[in-house]
Protein backbone atom coordinates (compact mmCIF):
# COMPACT_ATOMS: atom_id res chain seq x y z
CA UNK A 1 0.00 0.00 0.00
CA UNK A 2 1.63 3.09 -1.08
CA UNK A 3 1.11 6.73 0.85
CA UNK A 4 1.18 9.93 0.15
CA UNK A 5 2.90 12.55 2.99
CA UNK A 6 2.20 16.10 2.36
CA UNK A 7 4.36 18.73 4.01
CA UNK A 8 4.05 22.32 4.33
CA UNK A 9 5.35 25.55 5.44
CA UNK A 10 3.28 27.56 7.34
CA UNK A 11 5.90 30.14 8.64
CA UNK A 12 6.91 30.72 4.81
CA UNK A 13 3.16 31.56 3.57
CA UNK A 14 2.40 33.78 6.60
CA UNK A 15 5.56 35.71 6.15
CA UNK A 16 5.02 36.29 2.19
CA UNK A 17 1.32 37.76 3.26
CA UNK A 18 3.03 39.06 5.92
CA UNK A 19 5.55 41.10 3.29
CA UNK A 20 2.51 41.46 0.33
CA UNK A 21 0.69 43.49 3.61
CA UNK A 22 3.79 45.56 4.45
CA UNK A 23 4.34 46.27 0.66
CA UNK A 24 0.79 48.26 0.64
CA UNK A 25 1.36 50.71 3.28
CA UNK A 26 3.40 52.57 0.67
CA UNK A 27 1.86 52.43 -2.74
CA UNK A 28 3.77 55.78 -4.20
CA UNK A 29 5.99 53.47 -6.14
CA UNK A 30 3.18 51.59 -7.46
CA UNK A 31 1.16 55.11 -8.36
CA UNK A 32 4.15 56.54 -9.63
CA UNK A 33 4.56 53.52 -12.39
CA UNK A 34 0.68 53.41 -13.36
CA UNK A 35 0.73 57.45 -13.44
CA UNK A 36 3.56 57.50 -16.13
CA UNK A 37 1.67 54.68 -18.10
CA UNK A 38 -1.48 56.55 -17.89
CA UNK A 39 0.28 59.85 -19.01
CA UNK A 40 1.43 58.01 -21.66
CA UNK A 41 -1.87 56.49 -22.65
CA UNK A 42 -3.49 60.00 -22.23
CA UNK A 43 -0.86 61.39 -24.77
CA UNK A 44 -1.29 58.72 -27.86
CA UNK A 45 -5.15 59.68 -27.61
CA UNK A 46 -4.00 62.75 -29.39
CA UNK A 47 -2.06 60.62 -32.44
CA UNK A 48 -4.78 58.35 -32.69
CA UNK A 49 -7.80 60.86 -32.37
CA UNK A 50 -9.84 58.60 -29.73
CA UNK A 51 -11.45 59.24 -26.76
CA UNK A 52 -11.28 57.02 -23.66
CA UNK A 53 -14.10 55.11 -24.24
CA UNK A 54 -12.55 54.56 -27.96
CA UNK A 55 -14.77 57.16 -29.69
CA UNK A 56 -13.46 58.61 -32.80
CA UNK A 57 -12.97 62.45 -32.38
CA UNK A 58 -14.70 64.83 -34.00
CA UNK A 59 -13.41 65.52 -37.17
CA UNK A 60 -11.44 69.14 -38.48
CA UNK A 61 -14.02 71.45 -39.83
CA UNK A 62 -13.70 71.99 -43.63
CA UNK A 63 -12.84 75.35 -43.18
CA UNK A 64 -10.15 74.72 -40.80
CA UNK A 65 -8.54 72.42 -43.05
CA UNK A 66 -8.80 74.95 -46.23
CA UNK A 67 -7.01 77.28 -43.53
CA UNK A 68 -4.18 74.90 -43.52
CA UNK A 69 -3.86 74.02 -47.14
CA UNK A 70 -4.03 77.58 -48.16
CA UNK A 71 -0.25 77.72 -46.07
CA UNK A 72 0.53 75.17 -48.70
CA UNK A 73 3.88 75.61 -51.47
CA UNK A 74 3.87 74.99 -54.76
CA UNK A 75 5.66 71.90 -53.75
CA UNK A 76 2.49 70.58 -52.59
CA UNK A 77 0.10 71.79 -55.22
CA UNK A 78 -0.60 70.59 -58.91
CA UNK A 79 0.49 72.39 -61.34
CA UNK A 80 -1.37 73.65 -64.71
CA UNK A 81 0.68 75.25 -67.69
CA UNK A 82 3.90 75.37 -65.34
CA UNK A 83 2.15 77.30 -62.53
CA UNK A 84 0.72 75.75 -59.34
CA UNK A 85 -3.25 75.22 -58.95
CA UNK A 86 -4.97 77.71 -56.44
CA UNK A 87 -7.45 77.32 -54.16
CA UNK A 88 -7.57 75.49 -50.62
CA UNK A 89 -9.19 72.27 -51.55
CA UNK A 90 -7.93 68.97 -51.83
CA UNK A 91 -8.66 69.34 -55.37
CA UNK A 92 -5.53 71.60 -55.48
CA UNK A 93 -2.86 69.37 -54.14
CA UNK A 94 -0.79 67.04 -55.22
CA UNK A 95 0.28 63.55 -53.84
CA UNK A 96 2.33 64.87 -51.51
CA UNK A 97 -0.19 67.74 -50.44
CA UNK A 98 -2.63 65.24 -50.32
CA UNK A 99 -0.55 62.78 -47.74
CA UNK A 100 0.38 66.34 -45.90
CA UNK A 101 -2.92 67.61 -45.45
CA UNK A 102 -4.09 63.22 -44.45
CA UNK A 103 -2.28 63.61 -41.98
CA UNK A 104 -3.48 66.84 -40.36
CA UNK A 105 -4.98 65.82 -36.36
CA UNK A 106 -7.34 68.01 -34.17
CA UNK A 107 -4.63 69.83 -31.43
CA UNK A 108 -1.55 68.79 -32.67
CA UNK A 109 -0.08 71.65 -34.74
CA UNK A 110 1.83 72.36 -31.76
CA UNK A 111 1.53 69.43 -29.34
CA UNK A 112 1.56 71.60 -26.80
CA UNK A 113 -2.12 70.32 -25.34
CA UNK A 114 -0.64 66.38 -25.51
CA UNK A 115 2.98 67.36 -24.00
CA UNK A 116 1.10 69.18 -20.82
CA UNK A 117 -0.43 66.28 -19.18
CA UNK A 118 1.53 64.98 -16.05
CA UNK A 119 1.16 62.73 -12.69
CA UNK A 120 1.31 63.39 -8.99
CA UNK A 121 0.14 61.94 -5.51
CA UNK A 122 -2.51 63.78 -3.70
CA UNK A 123 -2.24 62.20 -0.43
CA UNK A 124 -3.28 58.36 -1.08
CA UNK A 125 -4.53 59.08 -4.36
CA UNK A 126 -2.87 59.07 -8.14
CA UNK A 127 -4.05 62.53 -10.35
CA UNK A 128 -3.30 62.72 -13.52
CA UNK A 129 -4.18 66.73 -14.70
CA UNK A 130 -2.61 69.12 -17.08
CA UNK A 131 -1.51 72.60 -16.14
CA UNK A 132 -2.59 73.76 -19.87
CA UNK A 133 -5.35 76.32 -19.64
CA UNK A 134 -6.69 74.98 -22.72
CA UNK A 135 -7.65 71.80 -22.09
CA UNK A 136 -11.14 72.04 -20.28
CA UNK A 137 -12.82 73.60 -23.43
CA UNK A 138 -11.35 70.92 -25.89
CA UNK A 139 -12.23 68.61 -23.14
CA UNK A 140 -15.56 69.10 -22.50
CA UNK A 141 -16.63 71.27 -25.55
CA UNK A 142 -18.14 74.33 -25.74
CA UNK A 143 -21.66 75.58 -25.36
CA UNK A 144 -21.37 78.61 -27.55
CA UNK A 145 -20.16 80.87 -29.71
CA UNK A 146 -17.57 82.88 -28.88
CA UNK A 147 -15.81 85.95 -30.09
CA UNK A 148 -11.93 86.24 -30.91
CA UNK A 149 -10.33 89.73 -31.19
CA UNK A 150 -6.59 90.29 -31.77
CA UNK A 151 -4.56 90.33 -28.31
CA UNK A 152 -1.51 92.69 -30.13
CA UNK A 153 -2.63 93.98 -33.31
CA UNK A 154 -5.86 96.03 -35.03
CA UNK A 155 -7.14 93.33 -36.86
CA UNK A 156 -7.00 89.64 -37.59
CA UNK A 157 -5.91 87.82 -41.07
CA UNK A 158 -5.13 84.07 -42.11
CA UNK A 159 -4.06 82.09 -44.79
CA UNK A 160 -7.18 82.17 -47.21
CA UNK A 161 -9.66 84.29 -46.01
CA UNK A 162 -11.14 86.67 -48.21
CA UNK A 163 -11.90 90.08 -47.95
CA UNK A 164 -8.98 91.38 -45.67
CA UNK A 165 -8.09 91.82 -41.88
CA UNK A 166 -11.65 92.13 -39.70
CA UNK A 167 -11.37 93.24 -36.23
CA UNK A 168 -13.43 90.05 -34.40
CA UNK A 169 -14.40 87.00 -35.28
CA UNK A 170 -17.53 84.69 -34.19
CA UNK A 171 -16.44 81.18 -33.86
CA UNK A 172 -18.38 78.25 -33.16
CA UNK A 173 -18.80 76.08 -30.16
CA UNK A 174 -15.94 73.73 -30.34
CA UNK A 175 -16.59 70.17 -29.70
CA UNK A 176 -15.55 67.96 -27.63
CA UNK A 177 -12.63 66.48 -27.77
CA UNK A 178 -11.78 64.20 -24.24
CA UNK A 179 -8.42 62.90 -24.04
CA UNK A 180 -8.47 62.29 -19.78
CA UNK A 181 -10.42 59.29 -18.95
CA UNK A 182 -9.57 55.48 -17.91
CA UNK A 183 -10.21 53.24 -20.78
CA UNK A 184 -10.73 49.62 -20.77
CA UNK A 185 -6.75 48.91 -21.78
CA UNK A 186 -6.16 51.24 -19.01
CA UNK A 187 -8.33 49.27 -16.40
CA UNK A 188 -6.59 46.16 -17.17
CA UNK A 189 -3.04 47.76 -17.06
CA UNK A 190 -3.42 48.69 -13.96
CA UNK A 191 -4.90 45.69 -12.62
CA UNK A 192 -1.65 43.95 -14.11
CA UNK A 193 0.57 46.46 -12.44
CA UNK A 194 -1.21 46.15 -9.08
CA UNK A 195 -1.26 42.43 -8.78
CA UNK A 196 2.58 42.31 -10.21
CA UNK A 197 3.58 45.13 -7.03
CA UNK A 198 1.82 42.38 -4.71
CA UNK A 199 3.28 39.39 -5.91
CA UNK A 200 6.67 40.90 -5.82
CA UNK A 201 6.96 41.42 -1.73
CA UNK A 202 5.95 37.33 -1.47
CA UNK A 203 9.19 36.47 -3.57
Do not use: C
Not at 185 to 194: C, K, R, S
Amino acid sequence: MSTVTLSSNADEVIAKFGRMIAGLQDTRPLRGLIGELLVESTRRRYVDSVAPDGSAWAALAPSTLEQYVAGFGKSLRKTKGGKPVGGNTADSLNKAGRTRLGGRKPLLVTGDLASSYFWQNEGNNLVIATNNPNAAIHQFGGKSAYVIRPKNKKALAWPGMTGGPVKSVVHPPLKARPALGVSDADGDMMLVQTAAYIFNFAR
